[in-house]
């Protein structure tokens, strides 16, 4: 999947019409392996873009939860925590021994 499309469903405030055309653009762009099409594409990979993202936003209206909504901020902390373990991981494996941890500036 691509990195890019992240989940839309169950927010507080809901996901915009923005971020549902920005999921199906990647969305568009992955399946097409254009990231720009050229002028003879161009009229087809729009309207790919703008069917898949009605077809999102219906998608998602149409959901039921009983979870509480997400808040996006949290979220986001939280997968920048987990880029920052993983990154970490794979920094700390790459030569088979360990890599010292880089000093970080005292807090003032």
Same mark, same amino acid.
């Given at each position: 999947?691509? &990195?890019?499309?992240?989940?839309?469903?169950?927010?507080?405030?809901?996901?915009?019409?923005?971020?549902?055309?920005?999921?199906?653009?990647?969305?568009?762009?992955?399946?097409?392996?254009?990231?720009?099409?050229?002028?003879?594409?161009?009229?087809?990979?729009?309207?790919?873009?703008d069917?898949?993202?009605?077809?999102?936003?219906?998608?998602l209206?149409?959901?039921e939860?009983?979870?509480?909504?997400?808040?996006?901020?949290?979220?986001?902390?939280?997968?920048?925590?987990?880029?920052?373990?993983?990154?970490?991981?794979?920094?700390?494996? &790459?030569s088979?021994?360990?890599?010292?941890?880089?000093?970080?500036?005292?807090?003032?």
């Amino acid at each position: 999947m691509c &990195r890019s499309i992240k989940p839309l469903f169950n927010f507080e405030p809901p996901a915009s019409n923005d971020e549902v055309r920005a999921a199906s653009l990647q969305f568009v762009r992955k399946i097409s392996g254009f990231h720009k099409p050229s002028k003879a594409n161009q009229a087809s990979f729009e309207a790919a873009v703008d069917r898949i993202a009605a077809i999102a936003s219906e998608f998602l209206d149409s959901l039921e939860t009983a979870a509480p909504p997400r808040n996006r901020q949290v979220e986001m902390m939280k997968a920048n925590h987990a880029r920052q373990r993983d990154f970490a991981n794979r920094t700390s494996t &790459r030569s088979g021994a360990a890599v010292r941890p880089r000093p970080t500036a005292p807090k003032v």
